[in-house]
């Protein structure tokens, strides 16, 4: 079953740490690495394709988790008729210190310095390096065969905020993003590292009301600021294949992903990378 994040935040990260250590201790592990700039080479889970391979989703988890914490999704998402022709990439963080945890080192893919802050300082570096991973597992599909346009990166949480970053400014035009629980990092410098297609990228972007840990506001304040300084609108789902962002807020849903985001994300999934005959 698919793991979701109470609300009490520093317990939630500890309790996460110790099951994804366990998880990635004892889970068996595929053999597939992608190097980091500066980092151990970084492992990921595969949920191979049901049928002829000719998409891929990669999804980023959350702090404290593993990859293996979203392959029950991805397992149930293949079991769909029209989503058995996608291979599911689902990457592990490094290991590190998180400074708002008092130091306790759990999977992470950048260095968290205070939590709930909209504000709070960010760990440019530390993101940096998990574009550089997340591009290179991009880079690894496109060389093996499968097209840019065919591929989604999406995520939860920290996952969700990395797979925004990288997503709009990556060199190549992926298919679209899958945002859950996220927010637009370094809005600072983003707005000089945005690729040329971004305003033509689908991203669908679900989130709850009332989630405490990456609180509803720094949603909205994120697409604000998409909108305002580099014209990425919010969009109905009808007409999201031609840009821009289908936005679903969830009533009464804290820090977590419940079945009604998961099935309308697996509805944008099958529009945006469909079934080939």
């Keep these: 079953m698919l793991r979701t994040v109470v609300t009490t935040a520093t317990f939630l990260v500890l309790l996460l740490a110790a099951l994804a250590s366990y998880r990635s201790r ?5 053999l597939h690495t992608t190097t980091n700039m500066a980092a151990a080479a970084l492992k990921y889970l595969i949920v191979a394709p049901r049928a002829k391979h000719t998409a891929t989703v990669i999804f980023v ?48 893919w950048f260095d968290i310095f205070e939590f709930g802050s909209i504000n709070a300082r960010e ?36 996952g969700a905020a990395m797979s925004l970053l990288t997503g709009l400014t990556t060199e190549r035009r992926l298919a679209g993003l899958g945002i859950l629980s996220g927010w637009l990092p370094i809005r600072n410098k983003v707005k000089a590292m945005v690729s040329d297609h971004a305003k033509k990228l689908p991203i669908f972007w679900g989130h709850g009301t009332v989630d ?3 609180r509803f506001d ?3 304040l994120s ?15 009808e007409n999201v294949l031609n840009g ?23 509805t ?5 990378v469909p079934a080939q005959e």
Excluded: C
């Design 26 to 30: 004892y889970a068996p592990q595929v």
């Design 61 to 108: 988890h959350g702090l404290g988790d593993t990859g293996a914490g979203w392959q029950s999704l991805a397992e149930m998402y293949a079991r769909d008729s029209n989503l058995q022709h996608v291979k599911w990439i689902l990457p592990h963080a490094p290991v590190a210190p998180v400074t708002a945890n008092n130091g306790f080192r759990m999977p992470a």
């Design 123 to 158: 760990d440019e570096e530390g993101m940096l390096k998990t574009m550089y991973a997340l591009n290179q597992l991009i880079t690894a599909e496109v060389d093996a065969g499968i097209p840019a346009n065919r591929i989604v990166l999406g995520g939860f949480s920290q």
């Design 212 to 214: 405490p840990i990456v």
């Design 218 to 220: 720094r949603a909205t």
């Design 223 to 237: 697409m604000e600021f998409l909108k305002k300084e580099l014209g990425i609108n919010n969009v109905e789902p």
């Design 244 to 266: 821009g962002i289908e936005f679903h807020a969830y009533e009464g849903l804290p820090h977590s992903a419940d079945p009604e985001e998961l099935d309308d994300l697996k």
């Design 268 to 272: 944008f999934l099958k529009k945006v």
